[in-house]
């Protein structure tokens, strides 16, 4: 499986950004795509998850009400819809992919990952 990440960038604080996540290659019929963040100096974290169908998401509570997880089956890819967006999101976001129905939060759980996109949010 080979994840492609895009969309980060620079914004200001309050603002929004989408990123995506195409999965290719050899993929599973259940699976969970999620989405991990690592700041300068920390571990990396999780963010949100969704399983492939029926779409059920989970959340951490840092992201709860301001990012939305979803995704495309047509396309085999995931988004993340960032609104109100804080300086403490700064981070590079890495997508990441198990096969599976587990919408674990364990990032040593996710087996395929992808290239991360720098997300910057100014104060």
């Known amino acids: 499986v080979q994840l492609q990440a895009s969309g980060g960038g620079l914004v200001q604080a309050g603002g929004s950004l989408r990123l995506s996540c195409a999965a290719s290659?050899?993929?599973?019929?259940?699976?969970?795509m999620g989405w991990f963040r690592q700041a300068p100096g920390k571990e990396r974290e999780f963010v949100a998850a969704?399983?492939?169908?029926?779409?059920?998401?989970n959340y951490a509570d840092s992201v709860k009400g301001r990012f939305t997880i979803s995704r495309d089956n047509d396309k085999n890819t995931v988004y993340l819809q960032m609104n109100n967006l804080k300086p403490e999101d700064t981070a590079v976001y890495y997508c990441?992919?198990?096969?599976?129905?587990?919408?674990?939060?364990?990032?040593?759980?996710?087996?395929?990952w992808g290239q991360g996109t720098l997300v910057t949010v100014s104060s």
């Open positions: 290659g050899r993929t599973f019929s259940r699976y969970v």
């Open positions: 969704i399983r492939w169908s029926p779409g059920t998401t």
């Open positions: 990441a992919y198990r096969p599976g129905v587990d919408i674990t939060t364990l990032k040593y759980q996710y087996e395929y």
